[in-house]
């Protein structure tokens, strides 16, 4: 089973500033098979991006996602008060599919 | 409009059963994998399941936590995917979501249904 761990825990930013998100494998996932997924509060999580840079239909070009092999990272160029969520890789390039454990983005 | 809507969840008592159901609109169900993945109370997201479409052999794998335990089956004519979970445990509580599965990850989720087990 390939592990995900995702850094930081919590991420504590402002409205206008820079987010940046990792997600680290226990080995390398395969063909960049890497999704990131937001989830906001009494909601279902939603995809972002998957194969590891590609964003899902309808998703704005602040969120961008980076990497390959092993180490991931998701950015969100300048947050919007309605990115504030929690975030989760995921990798879906094995039959026993993984997720991380989640970064939550808080308004500092 | 594509769509997932899951059903059946509610309060079962350890060791009991249930069955979810998910049922599909909007796109050719058949084509696509079907995932389950469960989220327990103020915790992260668990992937529970998958199956694959017919044209994949239409096999199923499972995470450790519920493998011989839950079962999970399509019904292609009707658009539904279920989920049996047998054996029940206290530590099963929690939201179940369905998912649409495919090389874009995946890309369309229920609403989710709570499975609550308790004595």
């Known amino acids: 089973e390939i592990v995900l761990t995702q850094s930081p825990g919590t991420l504590s930013l402002s409205p206008g500033e820079r987010a940046t998100l990792s997600c680290r494998a226990s080995?390398?996932?395969?063909?960049?098979?890497l999704a990131w997924y937001q989830q906001k509060p009494g909601q279902a999580p939603r995809l972002l991006i998957y194969g590891a840079s590609s964003r899902a239909t309808g998703i704005p070009d602040r969120f961008s996602g980076s990497g390959s092999g092993t180490d991931f990272t998701l950015t969100i160029s300048r947050l919007e008060p309605e990115d504030f969520a929690v975030y989760y890789c995921?990798?879906?390039?094995?039959?026993?599919?993984?997720f991380g454990q989640g970064t939550k983005l808080e308004i500092k | 409009e594509v769509q997932l809507v899951e059903s059946g969840g509610g309060l079962v008592q350890p060791g009991r059963s249930l069955r979810l159901s998910c049922t599909a609109s909007g796109f050719t169900f058949g084509d696509y994998a079907m995932s389950w993945v469960r989220q327990a109370p103020g915790k992260g997201l668990e992937w529970v399941g998958f199956?694959?479409?017919?044209?994949?052999?239409?096999?199923?794998e499972y995470a450790a936590s519920v493998k011989g335990r839950f079962t999970i089956s399509r019904d292609d004519s009707k658009s539904i995917a279920y989920l049996q979970m047998n054996s029940l445990k206290t530590e099963d509580t929690a939201v179940y979501y369905c998912?649409?599965?495919?090389?874009?990850?995946?890309?369309?989720w229920g609403q989710g249904t709570t499975v609550t087990v308790s004595s």
């Open positions: 995921q990798q879906y390039g094995s039959s026993l599919v993984t």
């Open positions: 199956i694959r479409s017919k044209a994949y052999g239409g096999t199923t």
């Open positions: 080995q390398s996932v395969s063909s960049s098979y």
């Open positions: 998912t649409r599965d495919g090389p874009y990850g995946m890309d369309v």
